[in-house]
């Protein structure tokens, strides 16, 4: 079976209150230039992204490039996580800095250690 490195509509959180469900039920990690807020969710499929870019990252164009690259470090990995969780993307400033390499080893990094990671088959 092929794996598809979609991200559907019904694979996004939307809705405020997806939102502060997640930063007041979940947990948080933060680490390099992400925060990591989650919280397993039983009876979904797959993992549920909420991505949160402030006005502190910089202008619309640096805001747009930060969500852009968590977007894409997501998806490219979302088969590696485990199923059934809701996962919010919070950027920090110094997101600004970094290139797509650095961005995904801190996002590797931060979901290893909120155990979201399926074990190396």
Same mark, same amino acid.
């Given at each position: ?12 959180? @939307? ?19 992400? &925060? ?14 909420? &991505? ?25 990995? @979302?088969h590696d996580l ?12 110094? &997101?600004?800095?970094?290139?797509y390499a650095a ?10 250690e909120a155990g ?6």
């Open positions: 079976m092929t794996l598809r490195y979609r991200l559907p509509r019904s694979a996004r959180l @939307q809705k405020k209150c997806e939102f502060d469900a997640v930063r007041a039920e979940g947990s948080r990690i933060a680490l390099g230039c992400l &925060i990591v807020n989650w919280m397993k969710v039983t009876g979904a499929s797959g993992c549920r992204l909420g &991505i949160v870019v402030g006005r502190k990252v910089g202008c619309a164009v640096a805001r747009n490039r930060a969500r852009r690259l968590l977007r894409e470090v997501f998806r490219h990995h @979302q485990s199923d059934s969780a809701a996962v919010v993307l919070v950027a920090r400033p110094s &997101i600004n800095e970094k290139a961005v995904e080893r801190d996002f590797l990094a931060a979901m290893g979201l990671l399926k074990a190396a088959e």
